[in-house]
């Protein structure tokens, strides 16, 4: 609801107190947040409202909100109005007590840190929004609804649309060299849902997964509640190290590794590892799940081939998504397997996973691929990655001061910004600088949480996608440099 208009947020401001007008407002809603008077969520005045109210230009009530905005103390919804940030903690606009390293943050604050409650700035793992071709999708869903026919209102085949698994299979053998049939595409939910079913279709409980040190941490969970057991295998500036992992596992069935951009360093696995790699896998007997999670996204060159389509012994299951690529809301992925493995696949997924995905969502997405719009939007989304990463490093490093310096990668959806020092509390200070940022409504990681050994690597983990303004990387920098 919207608040009432009353002091000290929206009183009258004073013209003769030497403080602009558009400062004076700025510095009252920071105010009355930290006090409480305006909470998270609450619905602000429109600025012409307010102009009036106050009898000042709407011009300064505009520039004090998106200034405001900027730091993440406003959230614009467009016809839904102006309201608090939702994901501001009551004092962010006050100076934060100190925290010591033995106080643990509230658990509702660890898991927004993971995944905040809705889209914030520099939030990992999603794709550029505003970019998306909304209209088109519109208009390919208008003429589903149109000429759907009572056969489309029965449960979708358990593996996924015919039309959509042919459309990913072309997709894949011209953009990623791989070799593979629509038979071969298993449309899932999500990439944890592809694991998910290769686990059941593959492998045994008790059976040894290497997974990437660091490395996503929902991989070793899942693992973990399949009845796998990870075994943490470090990775350096080639990569997954395959000699240290047949150090460490020589009988393992399971490898999990994001080859195209290694999840969070974004560096490629070298091609003498692949073949290393697959040559193991083949030996051992075992199976390899490429994540390839973003690798469309390479900027220094053109993107790598898939490890799929060097795979000759039928080892690897490839795992692609559609949420970085598209919009998060979709929960649509897929999962190749190979020829000899589709039969056991099709049987788990008859069980386990029948019908999963609504059919006109996989209808939409076959005709955004047949028609061409889907290596379209890719191309521009390359082009538009490839300059708002580099307007956020360049805005970074101005608030940053000459401090700290982000790691460019070669591609990829985020960056790497190295902290400095090496104490033993290190992992506990990311911790806490990040909960910080949310509390700006900045959604930043430490990158401590993707260690699944001991942490030797300090670092917040940022994406640029959606950086649409400068200010708000300049902003982020500015406030890190002040906590260090």
Known sequence: MTPAISPPAFAPLAGESGTPLYRQLYDRVRASIAAGDLAPGDRVPSARALAKELGVAR?????????????????ARGQAGT????????????????????E?????MRDSLWRP??????????????????KIWARLGARYLRGMQVADLDYPPPHGLPALRSAIAAYLQVARGIDCGAHQVFVTTGYRASLQLAALAVMRAGDRAWVEDPGYPPTRQLLRESGLLPVAVPVDAQGLMVERGMALAPDAKVVTVTPAHQSPLSMSLSLPRRHALLEWAAAQGAWVVEDDYD??????????????SLDRHGRVLYAGTFSKVLFPG????????????????????????????PAITQAIVADFMAEGHFSRHIQRMRKLYAERRAATIAALERGLGGLLRTEPQPGGMHLVLRLPGERSDQPLAEKLLAEKLLAHGMAVQPMSRWWASECTDSALLLSFTNCTAAAQAERLGLLIRQSL
């Open 117 to 134: 409650a809705q889209l914030l700035p520099f939030q990992l793992g999603v794709p550029a929004m505003d970019a998306f071709p909304r």
């Open 330 to 357: 979709i929960r649509l992925a897929y999962l190749v397997v190979p020829q000899a493995q589709v039969a056991a696949f099709e049987r788990v997924g008859r069980i386990f996973f029948a019908a999963a995905t």
């Open 83 to 102: 309201v608090i940030h939702p994901a501001l903690q009551p004092a962010a606009a006050a100076s934060p007590p100190a925290v010591t390293p033995q």
């Open 104 to 108: 643990a943050p509230p658990t509702s």
């Open 295 to 308: 690798g469309e996204y390479r900027y220094a060159s053109r993107p790598l081939p898939a490890l799929a």
């Open 59 to 75: 011009g300064t009530i505009e520039l004090a909100y998106e200034l405001l905005t900027s730091e993440g103390y406003l959230l």
